[in-house]
């Protein structure tokens, strides 16, 4: 049976064509949000970047790519369990994307969570066999729970896959490492500098390594090629110092420092207290107990170089006001999510110190594992002094120089912290006008299975 066509008229042709002219705008925004969104994201405006992905899930609910990227987003401002359900949504509305499952079991492996991670690294090499990356990932998995065979086979495997993929040479040089060949670790970032000579990883691995063998004049060559390629790069400067004992900082350059920090914000954690028995925070908030009143929520309270903020919770019972400053954003995106701070600034903190209206404003200042990046600590414990009120307490922890020699009462080691003597602690809070309360030997962590000898310091404003 012939059914009559009835044609448009000029009006309704016109209406069509606007209203097509207007989802192809539309369309055209959504994508453009989310590119811009991905440029605050990747320049690390994490909370730009999260608050325009919430707005472009208003406007396009279920998103399988915004869900990812809010959930990447969360994770790195320190908030892992909405990460995960952000991932998990993604992979609800696109669950044959095998970056999703990938990157769920990155965040369930910073957190610890290792079943979860390993079966969702085997969902993405289900869904995706011949990634290199993914094969990498799942080595990293490997190593880190002690199977080290079956570690070595996916690093070798990522390699046959992409014989370029110099991260998997890095991770077998680690991996050797880890077994204490430190010959055959050369080898392999030898052989990922060649795939990649301007990036950073393979130089710093190998200069280290070499440090590892004692061969200081080796490590020092290796940090001076990283300069002829990556020119004032401020970690090749700083462990060419290092090593080299020349033209060495009076502290570690802000650069370098936001570079490093920036670098493993995110895995920060997990890595030094699950497998570096991280002790620091905890010695220093110990100390300072010692000298305090029961907790009543009574004082102001400053953390120096609060990193993720694992000083925070430890005394936030005694904070009426708990401010902390870090050179790092990624650093300070972890410590928001603790909760526990009131306000966190991006400076320096001997530059903070010495602000007109931070002077007297401090009954309590910390420090943990920070000024390992200073070596003269006289400016920085008269700046301290100046912004605490009389009667307050200066708590902070550094490395032992353990023997070594050091003149001058501190040293820079080759692996790229300062260290100091007690004889020069001692003098350095008496010249700043500061009693000594309490100093104590600890071991703030271990590093390639040996304690990491430091000290633990109270002082305080007469």
């Known amino acids: 049976m012939l059914?009559?066509?009835?044609?448009?008229?000029?009006?309704?042709?016109?209406?069509?064509?606007?209203?097509?002219?207007?989802q192809a705008q539309a369309e055209i925004s959504l994508q453009d949000a989310i590119r811009y969104a991905q440029r605050l994201h990747r320049g690390q405006q994490l909370e730009g970047a999260e608050t325009l992905y919430r707005r472009i899930l208003e406007i396009a609910p279920g998103h399988p790519d915004v869900l990812h990227f809010l959930g990447l987003a969360r994770f790195q401002r320190g908030y892992p369990d909405e990460a995960v359900e952000s991932l998990r949504a993604a992979i609800s509305q696109q669950p044959g994307y095998p970056d999703f499952h990938s990157n769920l079991g990155n965040i369930y492996m910073s957190e610890g969570r290792i079943k979860e991670a390993l079966a969702s690294y085997r969902q993405a090499?289900?869904?995706?066999?011949?990634?290199?990356?993914?094969?990498?990932?799942?080595g990293a998995l490997f190593r880190a729970t002690g199977q080290l065979e079956a570690a070595q086979a996916q690093y070798?495997?990522?390699?046959?896959?992409?014989?370029?993929?110099?991260?998997?040479?890095?991770?077998?040089?680690?991996?050797?490492?880890?077994?204490?060949?430190?010959?055959?670790a050369v080898r392999y970032y030898c052989q990922s500098i060649t795939l990649t000579p301007g990036h950073p990883d393979g130089h710093k691995l190998l200069g280290l390594a070499y440090y590892q063998l004692g061969r200081l004049e080796e490590a020092a060559a290796v940090f001076r090629d990283w300069l002829q390629v990556d020119p004032g790069n401020p970690?090749?400067?700083?462990?060419?110092?290092?090593?080299?004992?020349?033209?060495?900082?009076?502290?570690?350059?802000?650069?370098?420092?936001?570079?490093?920090f920036d670098g493993f914000a995110s895995s920060f954690e997990e890595q030094l207290q699950n497998r570096l028995s991280y002790r620091a925070p905890e010695h220093v908030a110990t100390a300072l107990r010692r000298c305090l009143p029961?907790?009543?929520?009574?004082?102001?309270?400053?953390d120096l170089g609060c990193g993720t903020g694992l000083c925070g919770p430890l005394v936030a019972p005694w904070a009426a006001n708990l401010t902390g400053v870090d050179l790092s954003v990624g650093m300070l995106n972890q410590a928001e999510a603790k909760g526990c701070y009131d306000r966190l600034y991006k400076i320096e903190l001997t530059e903070f110190l010495l602000k007109p209206e931070q002077q007297g404003a401090w009954d309590l200042i910390l420090s943990a594992d920070t000024l390992c990046y200073f070596g003269p600590l006289g400016t920085v414990a008269r700046a301290a002094r100046g912004a605490l009120r009389p009667g307050g307490l200066l708590a902070f922890s550094v490395e032992d120089a353990a023997g070594k020699a050091a003149p001058e009462g501190h040293l820079l080691n080759p692996h790229g912290r300062y260290a100091h003597t007690e004889g020069y602690l001692r003098r350095c809070l008496a010249q700043a006008h500061l009693d000594l309360l309490s100093i104590d030997s600890v071991t703030l962590r271990t590093e390639g299975g040996k304690p990491v000898p430091g000290w633990v310091i109270v002082g305080q404003r007469a």
């Open 294 to 302: 029961p907790p009543a929520r009574q004082f102001d309270l400053l």
């Open 156 to 184: 070798q495997r990522a390699i046959e896959l992409d014989p370029a993929h110099f991260r998997a040479y890095n991770n077998l040089g680690m991996l050797a490492a880890a077994r204490g060949d430190a010959e055959a």
């Open 235 to 260: 970690m090749a400067q700083h462990h060419l110092a290092a090593c080299s004992g020349q033209d060495v900082p009076a502290r570690a350059a802000d650069d370098y420092v936001e570079q490093t």
């Open 125 to 138: 090499l289900q869904l995706a066999p011949g990634r290199a990356d993914f094969h990498n990932n799942l």
């Open 3 to 22: 059914r009559e066509a009835k044609l448009p008229t000029q009006e309704e042709t016109r209406q069509e064509a606007e209203q097509e002219e207007s």
